[in-house]
């Protein structure tokens, strides 16, 4: 089985610091993601990475940077934490090209004070 | 541009009747179409996926869905629901198969009454 593991399920912090979230995947997968989830918005697309150094913009991008050094491990940086970044954060990799399917952590629910 | 409804943002059933959640998209190319569930506090699981082929698809844990190039629409739909599957269900097209990106739409909770 796929597995999908996220550093924290609770995390709190104060504004202005610094926060990183860890994600992890034991598949070789080349492909991963990250999503914040909120009510009513669903999941949007954070950063992606389809390689190891390689990254890419996702659409709400705004106050996050992300690493990924090693093929297993994708991290999502918060360089300044905002609380308008208070939300769940959902890490997933993705099978091999031409069959999309993206398997998911638990989520880091994040709250900025 | 590309995007995913889902018209009901909650729905309440009762256990043992049918359902059928609504996904409607717009893609202008042949979409690659999927169902997550998401139960509290867990990440999301994959249900079932549309790629090609036969426009009925069988997922996991009982579920089905049909789509409809015609509607732009992946409705997912389970004959006789479990209180189990009270749950928030996303539907997603993805865009590209070489980046693996998805949208997603905005959930929909199912509630399920004894």
């Known amino acids: 089985d796929v597995k999908v593991t996220q550093s924290s399920r609770y995390l709190v912090k104060r504004t202005g610091e610094k926060v990183f979230l860890e994600c992890v995947q034991d598949?070789?997968?080349?492909?991963m993601f990250w999503y914040r989830q909120d009510p009513g918005l669903g999941l949007r697309l954070i950063y992606f990475?389809?390689?190891?150094?390689?990254?890419e913009k996702g659409d709400i991008p705004e106050g996050y940077s992300v690493s990924r050094e090693k093929k297993e491990r994708f991290s999502l940086i918060l360089e300044s934490a905002s609380t308008n970044q208070t939300s769940m954060y959902l890490c997933?990799?993705?099978?091999?090209?031409?069959?999309?399917?993206?398997?998911f952590g638990p989520g880091t629910r994040l709250t900025v004070t | 541009a590309q995007s995913v409804t889902q018209p009901d943002i909650h729905i309440t059933v009762s256990e043992g009747a049918s359902l059928e959640l609504r996904c409607n998209y717009s893609?202008?190319?042949?979409?690659?179409l999927f169902w997550y569930v998401q139960s509290p506090g867990q990440g999301l699981q994959l249900l079932l996926k549309?790629?090609?082929?036969?426009?009925l698809v069988q997922g996991i844990k009982g579920f089905e869905a049909e789509f409809k190039r015609s509607q732009s629409s992946f409705n997912l739909r389970k004959p006789s629901v479990h209180w189990s599957d009270a749950a928030e269900y996303f539907c997603?097209?993805?865009?590209?198969?070489?980046?693996?990106?998805?949208?997603f739409g905005q959930g929909t909770t199912l509630q399920v009454k004894p």
């Open positions: 997933a990799s993705r099978t091999p090209p031409g069959l999309q399917e993206q398997y």
């Open positions: 598949m070789d997968h080349e492909n």
């Open positions: 990475s389809y390689d190891v150094k390689m990254k």
């Open positions: 997603a097209v993805g865009l590209s198969s070489n980046t693996g990106k998805l949208i």
């Open positions: 893609y202008g190319a042949t979409p690659y």
């Open positions: 549309y790629f090609s082929g036969d426009t």
